[in-house]
Structures are given as C-alpha cells and as structure tokens.
C-alpha cells in the first residue's frame, strides 16, 4: 500500500537547516573566541614588552632584525631570573638593603613601595593563603548572595575598632571585571565557604555566573534543573 502521508512543508525544512547552522555558528565561536581572545591579549603583551625593551638593545644586538617576536620578553624573564640569582647571595642581599633603606626613607616613594612590596609579596609568597578559598556573603543586604575571596584575618586595628576580634576579610569583585571591587570586613559566621577553586571562582565572576565551576577534585558541580 502506498504511504499517503503528507510531505513536510518546505519551509519545515529550511528552518531545520538554518537552526542546524546557526548551532554550528555559536559551536565554533565559543570554541575560537576564548582562544583567540587569549592569544590575542598575549600578543598584545609580547608587542608591548618587545617594544619596551628593544630600544635599549644595540642595533647589532636589536631583535627586530631577526624577525621573531617576544625576545624581548625572555631576555626580561632572563633578567629578572639573574637579578633574583644576584639577590640570593651576600653581595645582592647588602645591595638590596641598602636600596630599600634609601627608599624607604623618600617620602613619596616611601608609600609607593611599602604598597607594591607587599600586594607581590602576598600574591607570590608560596605559603600565603590570600585568594586561596571562595566564599558567599550576604551583600549588599540580606537575601542576596555575593561571591568573594577571602583574604585573610583583618588586622589587629580593625578587630579593635569595630569591637569584634573574629573579623575576617574578604574581596568582593566587580563582574566582568574582577581586578576591582570592595574589601569587606565580616564574621567569621557570616561567611560560607565554597567548595570551589579560586580559579573557577575567577570565571565564575568573569562570566557572569555562565561557565559551570568544578569543586576542588575537579569533578563538574550539578545545577539545579
């Protein structure tokens, strides 16, 4: 017996095609936008630094005459790796105390390097616990929930003025941009840890709460149906 079934009407099948495409288009930009992004931004950093630094090269020396980019940048990791080498032995540590001593007693420089000594010190030490665990505060008021990073027991002068000595701190970034934000001083009860890494908590923020976080063994966390 002959089927008698109606065929589908043209346009069923230009919508099918025109979806299936569309799903195409938004698979491949999600897939080269994040790694062109990145690539981009690093070049962005190699042009920068290469352009810094080849200026101060001989002409007989000047990478630009090679042609390849970012020689500039290893000959500034090459530097900084020997200036650190020069530091760990006696001649370099006397040499740095006397640097630090006369900047530390220039008023304006004074405050500059007090400031920047200690934000590379906290983020580069490696037995510092800043930014090591993802917390959720009710702010800016009850009822709402705001991801943070806690940084660490506030200090002594704090706990003392606000009359409270389990006061911990905690960064509040701004979203999609989490190098600013507000540095908030809390209960140690009023935060709630997240089983989360610090770097998930990251793209937690930059992408709007879009990219589903990992807990600390890497295995995926469920969202709510």
Same mark, same amino acid.
């Given at each position: 017996?002959?089927d008698?079934?109606?065929?589908p ?7 099918t095609?025109?979806?299936?495409l569309r799903?195409y288009?938004l698979?491949?930009?999600?897939v080269?936008a994040?790694?062109s992004i990145?690539?981009?931004i690093?070049?962005l950093?190699i ?6 630094v080849?200026?101060?090269? +001989?002409?007989a ?13 290893l000959?500034v ?6 200036v ?13 105390r006397v640097s630090e001593a006369v ?6 420089l004074?405050g500059?390097?007090s400031?920047v000594k200690q934000i590379?010190e ?5 037995k510092?616990?800043?930014?090591r665990e ?5 702010y800016?008021r ?26 911990i701190?905690?960064?509040v +970034?701004?979203? +999609? ?5 507000f540095?908030?001083f809390l209960p140690?009860?009023?935060?709630r840890?997240i089983?989360?890494?610090v770097?998930?908590?990251l ?5 709007t709460?879009i ?6 063994n890497?295995? +995926?966390?469920?969202?709510?149906q």
């Amino acid at each position: 017996m002959k089927d008698q079934s109606p065929a589908p009407p043209e346009h069923v099948a230009h919508v099918t095609v025109a979806g299936r495409l569309r799903a195409y288009f938004l698979a491949g930009v999600l897939v080269t936008a994040p790694i062109s992004i990145t690539f981009y931004i690093a070049w962005l950093f190699i042009d920068f630094v290469d352009r810094q630094v080849t200026p101060v090269i +001989p002409s007989a020396w000047n990478p630009k005459q090679w042609g390849v980019p970012g020689v500039g940048l290893l000959l500034v990791a090459v530097a900084m790796t020997l200036v650190g080498a020069l530091t760990a032995g006696f001649a370099g540590r006397i040499w740095l105390r006397v640097s630090e001593a006369v900047v530390e007693r220039t008023p304006v420089l004074r405050g500059i390097y007090s400031a920047v000594k200690q934000i590379f010190e906290t983020v580069l030490a490696q037995k510092s616990q800043a930014f090591r665990e993802v917390a959720l505060i009710e702010y800016p008021r009850r009822g709402i929930w705001t991801v943070c990073f806690i940084t660490g027991p506030a200090i002594a002068q704090v706990t003392r003025q606000a009359g409270q000595d389990d006061l911990i701190s905690v960064f509040v +970034p701004t979203t +999609p941009n989490p190098t600013s934000g507000f540095l908030l001083f809390l209960p140690r009860s009023e935060i709630r840890v997240i089983d989360m890494t610090v770097e998930d908590g990251l793209k937690l923020v930059i992408s709007t709460g879009i990219v589903a976080p990992t807990d600390r063994n890497g295995t +995926p966390v469920e969202q709510p149906q």
